[in-house]
């Protein structure tokens, strides 16, 4: 970033920090320095602040960049804008959107206020924005560009070509072109550069190769996933008659696979994803993100009070005991973090699937008795030296089991977590840090109990 | 997925699971599946499987398949495959990848291999390796594609398309097409669509637009992580005199933003990232990603031995107190992990930067206050109903306290590691449980030595 970038960045962000209203004379100034700034940094500023300051910004932007703007902001940053801004500003921000950017940022508005926004379009892009509404929340229909070239497999390379050009200003990309027949039904795909490098007479059909397509209905998270490695620009989405009905471009892509991880990092911490930038997130939004995992596992950790009280005994008895908790649970819920963290991840890449179960199985309950096997030799050591060798067999014996028994249940976990058809983040870590708690517990108090036979 | 590819797949992995060599009888028929498996499902198998057996599948497909699919394979998965594959083999598979991809592979291959490929290249593609390979490791230079048209900004429309039709087999897009001064200066960006539709007689400077660029040298990530929301398909790369040098595509910014969000997601659960997809990792591997976390994590979780150790009299006095000992300890790291990994994650998106620490701190503060308030009341209630009101009293204090310094120091120890120059990540969620854990234990026995009056 040069200087002078970060030198007006600052004026602009004591600007929007003083949050009062514009004073008119400073607003030639702002307006100068908002223009001049690069797209992106005025972009991130934006991202930065509240609603209210946001629509100050965005008012003082040149027409053309204000809509790019608003365009990169998320849904849920872009419906608190509405609130902020006025009709006529709304309406044409809305217009400009693509036909899925509409539909996500719909999905964040009272019904009221969507109806009244949809009702602001013109006939023809109420209709395309009628097509992606159709398509249930989460599959790939809801996120598809229904906007699509005609190009039929009869046709000649020039024909194709000036039809891309006449239809041009109505299509979210030219460069990856699906070849229909004539009653829609999807045939193959070709480059706009195979298209532009080819010879004008030959036909479309002879250069075109097979389509790499996803269904409407199919889950919009899994189609991204594998979409992606694929460098591909785009690819054509069909009915379940294979009928063309939209096209998914890579950025759509990207960002379901984004918010998707978001969501993935977020709930293997324990809350909920915010749905827009940290800093423009109100408190309340914030505390409303954690507060019910926190009480969830607040109510679940009861247990390990439950099984100490039932181990009270052995611990009045060898009050040593307790000063291991910590230790051990902490170990244990660390292992079962790693195991948990890493398969979670794996499935989201699609490396690892639910069919996947025994091998998983397998290969953690290996892992986990090798780092058992390595941190019960060392904490045997050091706790022999010093509270003496009964106390360190109990805790080398009890690390062995808790890593071995933590790895296996953090990997499979996940697994579980897919199979009944829920996030696998969620039963991730915290989860697992609670349920190993438990159980390292009470391995450690049979195992105490049976070396010092209290 | 249809019922036949199911099948087919089902049929391959079978076999590649046997993990013997090709039966010849049986190659026709397995060569036939793998060439009528759709590509995505024949780079997710290849993927899935050690290079031995990954090896196999890939001199069965037909040569421009059995491209893509190495192609797609992650550089430390291709590095493995390279032993398996005969010299004619990876010749021809290297020199197909694109020269940012070549540099990543040559990354993780022993210097006299990386040698011997290098020199397998002709000269033309030898001198655009050289030039991404002279950037530093972790800068945008080392992931762009040097082959960028000539397009200067006193050309017509006309020129400039023959121009991309004249070298659109050595570039790696010609969809975004940077335009410089004849001393190759950047000073703007025309899209292919622009010059495509508009009037061939018009300059390229009168509908270029104002070039988004990066300089070679900035950081990868940081890069990448500003470059996506845009939407762009490519930005130009420049040197430090703003002499075009390469063009970023969004295909290698996407790779770039999931390899970091891979590490991310692996360091917040305690263990480093996996270089390659879960199944194909060789067990070892999968220990050495996890041991060094544990050990660290183990030996600083000493300190609650400690702590714990120096409160012995106390908890001899009163053994009821160790059975909230995991419970407490437990919340305090589940408060903490929520506040890291919020805002870990954005410091990745870029929503918080480094000098953001006071407006953090002020509001973590805020809502562990509102969160400690909650469960602390909670566990007062509860903890006073079978324990009786001191230990009431003591849970629902220190359920206060512990929240809000969990979340207090759980957002700040990101942007911390952040200014020291570490990966936020690390110390992220394990460390961050280990800390609150000992300073849980301590303000718990502080707070029950007082009102108990031990």
Redesign the interface.
């Known amino acids: 970033m040069s200087d002078m970038t970060k030198e007006s960045l600052d004026v602009l962000e004591d600007w929007l920090k003083a949050d009062k209203s514009i004073n008119p004379k400073d607003a030639p100034r702002l307006q100068k320095l908002l223009a001049d700034t690069?797209?992106?940094d005025v972009?991130?500023l934006v991202?930065?602040h509240n609603a209210v300051r946001a629509a100050l910004a965005l008012r003082l932007l040149p027409r053309q960049r204000s809509i790019e703007v608003f365009d990169?902001l998320d849904s849920a940053h872009q419906a608190d804008l509405i609130d902020e801004l006025g009709n006529t500003e709304v309406f044409e921000f809305f217009d400009e959107l693509d036909p899925d950017d509409r539909v996500s940022l719909l999905d964040e508005l009272p019904a009221e206020i969507a109806d009244r926004l949809l009702r602001s379009l013109d006939q023809d892009e109420r209709d395309v924005t009628g097509v992606v509404l159709g398509y249930p929340k989460g599959s790939i229909g809801r996120r598809m560009s229904p906007q699509v070239p005609e190009i039929y497999r009869e046709m000649t390379v020039d024909e194709a070509l000036a039809r891309?050009?006449e239809t041009?200003d109505n299509l979210e990309t030219?460069?990856t072109l699906p070849v229909t027949r004539k009653d829609r039904r999807l045939v193959g795909v070709i480059s706009?550069?195979t298209l532009?490098?080819a010879r004008g007479n030959r036909l479309v059909e002879d250069l075109m190769s097979d389509p790499?397509f996803a269904y409407a209905h199919d889950d919009a998270e899994e189609t991204a996933r594998?979409?992606?490695?694929?460098?591909f620009?785009a690819m054509p989405i069909v009915d379940e008659s294979t009928r063309l009905v939209g096209i998914l471009t890579?950025?759509d892509a990207?960002d379901i696979?984004?918010e998707e991880?978001?969501e993935?990092?977020?709930r293997?911490?324990?809350?909920e994803a915010?749905q827009q930038?940290?800093?423009s997130t109100p408190?309340l939004k914030?505390?409303r993100?954690?507060?019910v995992?926190?009480?969830v596992?607040?109510v679940s950790?009861?247990l390990?009070?439950k099984v100490?009280?039932s181990f009270?005994d052995t611990?009045?008895a060898a009050?040593?005991l307790?000063?291991?908790?910590?230790?051990l649970?902490?170990?244990g819920?660390?292992?079962g973090?790693?195991a948990?963290?890493?398969?979670?991840?794996?499935l989201a890449?699609?490396?690892?699937r639910s069919k996947?179960f025994m091998?998983v199985l397998w290969?953690e309950l290996?892992?986990g008795l090798?780092?058992g096997s390595?941190?019960g030799a060392?904490?045997f050591i050091?706790a022999t030296f010093v509270y003496g060798l009964d106390i360190g067999i109990v805790i080398g014996l009890t690390l062995l089991l808790i890593c071995t028994m933590s790895a296996t249940v953090g990997g499979l976990m996940p697994i579980l977590a897919k199979a009944i058809g829920a996030d696998p983040a969620v039963f991730s870590?915290?989860f697992i840090?609670?349920f190993c708690?438990a159980t390292g517990?009470i391995i450690y108090f049979l195992i105490a109990k049976s070396v010092l036979g209290l």
Chains 1, 2 share one sequence.
Request: hydrophobic share 50%; glycine share 6%.
């Open positions: 690069p797209i992106k972009i991130a991202e930065r990169a891309v050009r041009a030219i460069y706009f550069r532009f490098t790499v594998w979409f992606m490695p694929l460098d620009l890579w950025d990207a696979v984004e991880d978001t993935d990092s977020a293997s911490g324990g809350t915010l930038p940290y800093m408190l914030l505390v993100s954690r507060i995992w926190l009480l596992l607040a950790a009861l390990t009070v100490l009280d009270e611990l009045a009050v040593v307790s000063l291991f908790i910590p230790l649970t902490g170990t819920g660390n292992t973090n790693q948990a963290t890493t398969v979670t991840r794996a890449l699609g490396d690892v996947d091998q290969r290996r892992v090798v780092l390595l941190l060392l904490g050091l870590n915290p840090s609670t708690d517990l």
